[in-house]
């Protein structure tokens, strides 16, 4: 299966998600869905799937040091944007009097588990700062993961046993669902919560990543309009089914309607390789990691100010945010910054 620019205008499109979940009170008073939980479903599932595609016959070291090796290799790439953030909250937080809900001890607590990505581990602290960076707690546990994961399923023989594994991992997700969502269990209650934990959040990637051992070979022998009306009918569906049961299934059935787009992204010589797999989305999509980390903390500082300058002009405030995001990611996606960013890392020997 060939991989297409299109998964990174998909990625993108994950984060229009999840910055409509954040910056859509500027438009409208109700949500069309839920688009946060859409959003970041997005980027679990698409990173399982690339990673699978990408290093399934890779040869990995599956040992707890080089797992954690791997893991600091891509903290590198991220942590300074999440700790410049997370210092402008702080310092925003200074200048408008130091009153956090939880106490001196809790402000403590929460500062130790933000610099060391771990807030998502305790639910009561996953949003604290920049709320967004939960996810990178979640991503960073994954990454710890990768190499046992490859491992793993490198050493099986697949076939029928691709199709078992997804299956059982989706009925997994569909109990923990039905307990942690339907049926309010929660094992630790004001410690462990759903939708935030790591550990939750790798079923996630797996479903992406056995998603595609099971759809590899997937060869859909069809003319090209036939492709690009597979293409829009599930774009459609999606939004569709996302709408209509927002409040009916719980996340399992949408981590499926995840997967069957992405697939359907994939398709060779669609209308999608020309839409959402051109130049402008593609890059896009590869800077989608540093508008993720940047929206939010722009979102909450700057929408009074713009809404004042701009006369109360909400569609106007919403787009200059989404620009001042897209600035900001693109400085620092910029290759010299990211060399100075990370010899000043490895100076420093953060990490090390």
């Known amino acids: ?54 290093y399934r016959n890779a040869e990995f070291d599956y040992d707890l040091r080089s797992s954690f090796l791997y893991m600091l ?21 200074e200048r408008h009097g130091f009153n956090y809900p939880s106490g001196l001890s809790g402000f403590i607590r929460d500062v130790f588990l933000n610099i060391m990505l771990l807030k998502s581990w305790y639910d009561p602290a996953k949003f604290t700062f920049n709320g967004v960076t939960w996810f990178l707690s979640c991503i960073l546990f994954i990454y710890l993961c990768v190499p046992f994961i490859i491992h793993f399923f490198r050493c099986k023989k697949w076939g029928g ?37 790591p550990a939750y959040r790798l079923f996630d990637f797996l479903l992406g990543y056995t998603g595609f051992l099971v759809l590899e070979k997937t060869d859909l022998k069809v003319s090209s309009w036939k492709i690009s009306v597979i293409q829009c009918v599930t774009l459609v569906f999606y939004f569709a089914a996302c709408h209509l049961f927002d409040k009916q299934w719980v996340p399992a059935p949408f981590i499926l309607l995840t997967l069957v787009l992405i697939f359907a992204f994939t398709l060779p010589g669609g209308i999608f390789n020309a839409i959402f797999g051109n130049r402008v989305l593609t890059h896009l ?3 989608s990691f540093e508008l993720y980390i940047v929206h939010q903390v722009n979102i909450n500082l700057m929408n009074h100010t713009l809404l004042k300058w701009t006369g109360n002009n909400h569609l106007l405030v919403f787009f200059m945010l989404l620009v001042i995001s897209w600035l900001m990611a693109e400085f620092f996606s910029l290759n010299p910054i990211k060399r100075f960013v990370t010899k000043s890392i490895y100076k420093s020997k953060i990490f090390i």
């Open 73 to 93: 290799s891509k903290a590198k790439k991220f942590y300074f944007l999440h700790l410049l953030t997370f210092l402008i909250i702080l310092f925003h937080m």
């Open 161 to 197: 046993t691709a199709v078992f594994s997804f299956l059982i991992l989706l009925l997994l997700k569909m109990a923990f669902d039905t307990f942690g969502y339907k049926m309010g269990m929660n094992p630790w209650p004001g410690v462990f919560g759903w939708y935030c934990n």
């Open 285 to 287: 999509g590869n800077i």
């Open 1 to 54: 299966m060939q991989k297409l620019n299109s998964l990174q205008g998909l990625r993108f499109l994950g984060f229009l998600f999840i910055f409509l979940n954040h910056a859509g009170w500027l438009l409208w008073s109700n949500k069309y869905f839920d688009y946060g939980a859409r959003g970041v479903e997005i980027f679990f599932v698409l990173s399982g799937y690339l990673i699978a595609y990408n």
